[in-house]
Structures are given as C-alpha cells and as structure tokens.
C-alpha cells in the first residue's frame, strides 16, 4: 500500500465529523488489507506504532520536527517556526514548504511498509548522537514526500494526528470489514480487544480465523487487560437494593490503579489504568510482588497508595503522584513517599484465566494466595446485608483514609468485565453525602485568554465528558477557579504540541474558545450542581430537546488525572446519571407528612 493512499484516507477522514460516514471511510480503507499491512495501519490510524502498553515512542519533539522540516525544505528554521505561527501545524506547514521541492516520478514512492520502518528506526534510536540520526531520517522521509504525506508524516511524528479516529471506531471498521457488520459481532471483537489491548492482534486473529478465531486470544502475562469500571449510585440503600441485599464492601484507596503481572520467572510488569508500563517508577513493588504471591504467574489488580512512614496511614493521592513518570532519585522517593498495593482481583492465578469466575471465588483465591506484607496487602472488605452494617463500613473506609468504598456484586455471573462498566460494581465517596455527587473528570478542549492577574497566558479552560456512543468529546463547562498560580504556569507545558486554530475531529460543543486543544489532559473538577445549558452538549436532547448539561461553579480540585486517557474522563451517561441523582435528592419528601396534593 503506498503512503499516499492512508493520507488520502486521513485527509477524507479529518473532513467529517459524522461518525458513520467515518466508519464506512475506516472500513473503505482496511478492508483490501490484510497482516501485516493491516496491523500497521491500525496501529498508524491510533497514533502509534505498536500496542500502548508496549510504551514505544518516537521521542521527536516539536523542535526537532521542525528542524527535519527546515533541511528537508532547504530553509531556515526560524522560517519553519514563523509560517507554523500562521498555519497552526507544524504538518500544514510541512506539505507547504516541503510540497514546493517535490517533482513526481523523482523518488520512488513512499508505502506504508517503507514508512513503518523507518518510524521504527526513529524510535529505536537512542543514545548519543541518537537525536541527530532522527531528524536525518526524517528529513529523508520528507524529502520522498508529497504535501500531503509530508502533512500526516509530521503530525504523526508530533503525536497530533488530528484525524479523530479512536479505538472504538477502529473496532467499528472491524466489524464492517472482515464479519457481517451485526452488534453480535461487534461485542465479540470488542471482548477480545478488551482482553488483549491489541488492536494489530484482534485483526489478524480476524482475518485469519473470523470471529472463531479470536477465542484463540487469551490472558497472558505482559499484555494487560482493560480494566473493569464502576457505576454510581447516590445512597448506600439503592446500592443495596440493586445488589440483591448483599454484597462486598471495599475500601475505595485514593490511589494509582495498578495491573500487576508477576511471570513464571518471577519478572513483574506495573501497567496503569490506561496501559501505560509503569515498572520503572515503583521497584519496591516490583522487588515485593513475588514473594507475596503462591501460585505464579499471576496477574492481580489493586490500588497503589502512598503510606506515612511513620505511622503507616494513607496519605494523600498527590504524593504517590510524585512517582509518576520519574526517572531520578527514586530511591530517595521510595523512602519519603513510601507505597503499599492494596490488591483488589485476581485475573490469572499459576496460569489459570480466572477471571470469568463470581467476585466471591476470585476473592477467595486471593485471599488464599496472597501473603501480606509490608508494600503489598489485601484490599479491606466487609459483606454487609444491611444499610446499617453497609453505613458502619463507610464510616471505617472514611477513617481509615479511603474516599469512600467499592460495593461488589456476589451474585452468579459477577465475573469480570474487561473494559465494561456496569452495576457489578458501585462506587459510592463521601461527595455522595452532600450536593453534586462527585467530581468529574473532563478532558480539556479548550482554552480562554485570562485578564488582569491572568493576561498573558491561558486563564480557563474548556472541559468535556466523553461519549462512547457517539465517540465524542461533548463539552460540559467552564473552568478557571481552583488553579493556583504554579498550576497555571504548569498548564502550557501540559498541553505543548496538542494546540489546534480549529475544533479538533471528535469535538461537540457550542462554545468558542480563544484556542482549540486535541483531548489529551484530564482535568479532575468539582461543581455546586448540573443544570441544562443550550450552549453545552453533554448528554444533549436527554432531558430536553436542544439542551445539554453544564457544571455550575466549576472549581479545579488541583487533580491533573495522569492515570487516565480522554476516553477514561467521566461519559455523558455518568453526567446523565448524576444529573437524575441530583433531581431525586432535592425533590421533597411526602412520607410521614400532612400536606395534601
């Protein structure tokens, strides 16, 4: 396949925001292909060049992105950076510059095979001299390129595709290329990318087997699993009442959600919530996991908090986030901020795929194969039966340092879910006791010049929730209060090389921002309630046609949501659902009074 062809594709693709007319450009485009072309499509379409958790990366920053587009255009980079100001994008500006060289029938054709590897290169490259050897191998991918594969070739390399093509409507394509299109056949092959986290291996599977062939894809040590997700409920009593009358109470850690894979030879991978490897930043846990563990290999969950190492409390979730992404005095971290996993599941036990058993057997397991230790401990549990019982448990998780309490179903059929949230299980914090209950966690979109104190940099933000169904980002406030000066600062730096002069592919909302942002932060808010807004499009026509729900007097919680993707932040039906909770909690009460209709 030439590379011109998949510019085309994005070229088409980035031209529509209808999701069915995505779907059928998505399925147009890999239904000729087949292993390993189709898998380096796929993985090229999400932005990447293999599965997330594998955490390969090309490490070309915007600077040396330009600097390849500068030699490949034989300009100066001060002029690469001057019309990149008035495009917006470093690819616009590339398939300008670079365009202006190519002559037709000059070089061989660039194609998807030859690109791959090269981007391969790129990313393998390392060490001294190692960022030079980029930019020339950029430069001459460039130099082979046409404006328009000039323009994706950059905005690949950059991380800002800005297509809109998500893993959802990959799975869609999916469906619609190589089975019958039906939703029984779209939940076979989401189920097995949700075991798998692996796009390039659900397709081959696909294509070689059809949907029979993707029961050949199981649990592996490694490759992380993703995760299972929690509903809410406003009250302990509905929680109860949905459970059937029982059901296993948890401490609800404010912590980093941690997949924990301990191999036959005693290695342990770390994944975060969004997949990402993590090994590196927690070797204490790394050094704990295989003694505390029976029956390997394993694969468990749970909740990495940080303790005082003094008294052994849980402490705040910000200090373990002092972990994230270090590469330097670890070892010094490891003893101010020391950490404990509070193990939660069980997903493999000695190589067995667990997983599908009840709740109550898979904690049965655990508890019989966990040997608790100082950095490694089972998660605390109580099944209640009773709104009493459930009340005094919350009160412990509360003055035990949690944020409120996981209730589990141990019902038949409690198994675990893979990527799906449902009632199974219910998370219920202290938020849920007054007002709006909990915070939300929205994607930033957008941002708007501040004034006074602010002028010169971005004073507030356009957030939204995601949509799963739509696979949009639907905008739901405002927000500005609760940044300090440091976090404003910081903002910029958080959102470099994501900046759009136009709404981004995927984006709904009818609110103009001074500047657009592809969805990449998650920003954790708190608000004094949800209300309609004609002007916002979370949930839009749920409650009233035209109208969607908006935040009032959103605050920022200091929170940035490292641990999780866009596609992680908070849905429109959560909003939806914290919306209906908010109207049933304010409306009056007639039990027990004498007022008359």
Same mark, same amino acid.
């Given at each position: 396949?030439?590379?011109?062809?998949?510019?085309?594709?994005?070229? $088409? +693709?980035?031209?529509?925001?209808?999701? &069915? %007319?995505?779907?059928? /450009?998505?399925?147009?485009? !890999?239904?000729? @292909? *087949?292993?390993?072309?189709?898998?380096?499509?796929?993985?090229?379409?999400?932005?990447?060049?293999?599965?997330?958790?594998?955490?390969?990366?090309?490490?070309?920053?915007?600077?040396?992105?330009?600097?390849?587009?500068?030699?490949?255009?034989?300009?100066?980079?001060?002029?690469?950076?001057?019309?990149?100001?008035?495009?917006?994008?470093?690819?616009?500006?590339?398939?300008?510059?670079?365009?202006?060289?190519?002559?037709?029938?000059?070089?061989?054709?660039?194609?998807?095979?030859?690109?791959?590897?090269?981007?391969?290169?790129?990313?393998?490259?390392?060490?001294?001299?190692?960022?030079?050897?980029?930019?020339?191998?950029?430069? $001459? +991918?460039?130099?082979?390129?046409?404006? &328009? %594969?000039?323009?994706? /070739?950059?905005?690949?390399? !950059?991380?800002? @595709? *800005?297509?809109?093509?998500?893993?959802?409507?990959?799975?869609?394509?999916?469906?619609?290329?190589?089975?019958?299109?039906?939703?029984?056949?779209?939940?076979?092959?989401?189920?097995?990318?949700?075991?798998?986290?692996?796009?390039?291996?659900?397709?081959?599977?696909?294509?070689?087997?059809?949907?029979?062939?993707?029961?050949?894809?199981?649990?592996?040590?490694?490759?992380?699993?993703?995760?299972?997700?929690?509903?809410?409920?406003?009250?302990?009593?509905?929680?109860?009442?949905?459970?059937?009358?029982?059901?296993?109470?948890?401490?609800?850690?404010?912590?980093?959600?941690?997949?924990?894979?301990?191999?036959?030879?005693?290695?342990?991978?770390?994944?975060?919530?969004?997949?990402? %490897?993590?090994?590196?930043?927690?070797?204490?846990?790394?050094?704990? @996991?295989?003694?505390?563990?029976?029956?390997?290999?394993?694969?468990?969950?749970?909740?990495?908090?940080?303790?005082?190492?003094?008294?052994?409390?849980?402490?705040?979730?910000?200090?373990?986030?002092?972990?994230?992404?270090?590469?330097?005095?670890?070892?010094?971290?490891?003893?101010?901020?020391?950490?404990?996993?509070?193990?939660?599941?069980?997903?493999?036990?000695?190589?067995?795929?667990?997983?599908?058993?009840?709740?109550?057997?898979?904690?049965?397991?655990?508890?019989?194969?966990?040997?608790?230790?100082?950095?490694?401990?089972?998660?605390?549990?109580?099944?209640?039966?009773?709104?009493?019982?459930?009340?005094?448990?919350?009160?412990?998780?509360?003055?035990?340092?949690?944020?409120?309490?996981?209730?589990?179903?141990?019902?038949?059929?409690?198994?675990?879910?893979?990527?799906?949230?449902?009632?199974?299980?219910?998370?219920?914090?202290?938020?849920?006791?007054?007002?709006?209950?909990?915070?939300?966690?929205?994607?930033?979109?957008?941002?708007?010049?501040?004034?006074?104190?602010?002028?010169?940099?971005?004073?507030?933000?356009?957030?939204?929730?995601?949509?799963?169904?739509?696979?949009?980002?639907?905008?739901?406030?405002?927000?500005?209060?609760?940044?300090?000066?440091?976090?404003?600062?910081?903002?910029?730096?958080?959102?470099?090389?994501?900046?759009?002069?136009?709404?981004?592919?995927?984006?709904?909302?009818?609110?103009?921002?001074?500047?657009?942002?592809?969805?990449?932060?998650?920003?954790?808010?708190?608000?004094?309630?949800?209300?309609?807004?004609?002007?916002?499009?979370?949930?839009?026509?749920?409650?009233?046609?035209?109208?969607?729900?908006?935040?009032?007097?959103?605050?920022?919680?200091?929170?940035?949501?490292?641990?999780?993707?866009?596609?992680?932040?908070?849905?429109?039906?959560?909003?939806?659902?914290?919306?209906?909770?908010?109207?049933?909690?304010?409306?009056?009460?007639?039990?027990?009074?004498?007022?008359?209709?």
């Amino acid at each position: 396949m030439r590379f011109a062809e998949l510019a085309a594709a994005y070229e $088409r +693709l980035e031209a529509t925001s209808k999701r &069915l %007319e995505m779907r059928a /450009l998505l399925t147009e485009l !890999i239904r000729p @292909l *087949r292993p390993p072309e189709l898998t380096r499509v796929l993985y090229l379409s999400q932005g990447a060049l293999r599965p997330e958790y594998e955490g390969v990366e090309l490490g070309v920053a915007t600077s040396l992105a330009r600097r390849a587009v500068a030699k490949a255009a034989g300009v100066e980079e001060r002029d690469v950076a001057r019309r990149t100001q008035e495009t917006g994008d470093l690819g616009t500006t590339a398939g300008e510059l670079v365009g202006k060289l190519h002559r037709l029938g000059t070089e061989d054709p660039l194609t998807v095979a030859g690109v791959y590897h090269d981007l391969e290169r790129i990313a393998a490259a390392s060490g001294a001299g190692s960022q030079e050897e980029k930019v020339e191998i950029l430069t $001459r +991918l460039l130099g082979r390129a046409t404006p &328009l %594969e000039a323009k994706y /070739l950059v905005r690949f390399v !950059i991380g800002t @595709l *800005r297509v809109g093509v998500r893993e959802m409507s990959l799975l869609d394509a999916l469906t619609d290329a190589f089975a019958d299109g039906s939703k029984e056949a779209r939940v076979k092959i989401e189920a097995a990318f949700n075991l798998s986290s692996d796009l390039g291996l659900v397709a081959d599977a696909l294509v070689q087997g059809g949907l029979a062939g993707l029961e050949h894809i199981h649990l592996e040590v490694g490759r992380p699993i993703r995760p299972m997700l929690a509903e809410r409920e406003p009250t302990l009593a509905a929680i109860l009442e949905r459970m059937g009358g029982s059901m296993a109470l948890e401490y609800k850690y404010d912590g980093l959600r941690v997949q924990a894979h301990i191999a036959k030879d005693r290695s342990v991978r770390l994944f975060s919530r969004r997949l990402e %490897e993590i090994s590196g930043q927690f070797p204490d846990l790394r050094a704990a @996991l295989p003694a505390a563990v029976t029956a390997l290999p394993a694969i468990l969950e749970g909740e990495c908090v940080p303790l005082d190492p003094d008294t052994d409390e849980i402490r705040p979730f910000q200090e373990v986030s002092r972990r994230r992404g270090r590469k330097h005095d670890l070892e010094r971290l490891q003893e101010e901020v020391p950490v404990c996993l509070f193990v939660f599941d069980l997903l493999l036990d000695g190589g067995i795929p667990v997983y599908e058993r009840d709740f109550a057997e898979r904690r049965r397991l655990l508890e019989q194969r966990l040997r608790p230790s100082e950095r490694v401990r089972l998660a605390d549990q109580r099944v209640v039966h009773s709104v009493e019982e459930a009340t005094d448990f919350f009160e412990v998780a509360l003055a035990g340092g949690a944020e409120g309490v996981m209730a589990k179903s141990l019902a038949p059929g409690s198994s675990y879910r893979a990527g799906a949230r449902g009632f199974w299980w219910i998370k219920y914090k202290r938020d849920y006791t007054a007002g709006l209950s909990d915070s939300v966690d929205g994607v930033v979109v957008g941002g708007f010049h501040g004034r006074g104190r602010r002028a010169g940099r971005y004073g507030a933000y356009l957030l939204a929730v995601y949509n799963p169904g739509r696979d949009r980002f639907e905008s739901f406030c405002k927000v500005g209060s609760g940044f300090d000066d440091a976090q404003l600062a910081e903002m910029p730096t958080r959102l470099k090389g994501v900046e759009s002069d136009t709404p981004p592919p995927g984006v709904d909302t009818g609110v103009t921002p001074d500047r657009w942002f592809l969805p990449k932060v998650v920003l954790e808010v708190r608000g004094a309630e949800l209300t309609l807004s004609p002007v916002h499009r979370a949930a839009q026509g749920a409650i009233r046609p035209g109208a969607g729900l908006a935040l009032r007097f959103p605050r920022f919680t200091g929170r940035v949501r490292e641990d999780k993707a866009p596609t992680d932040a908070t849905t429109s039906d959560e909003l939806l659902e914290m919306y209906r909770s908010q109207v049933r909690q304010a409306a009056p009460s007639t039990e027990g009074s004498d007022e008359t209709s």
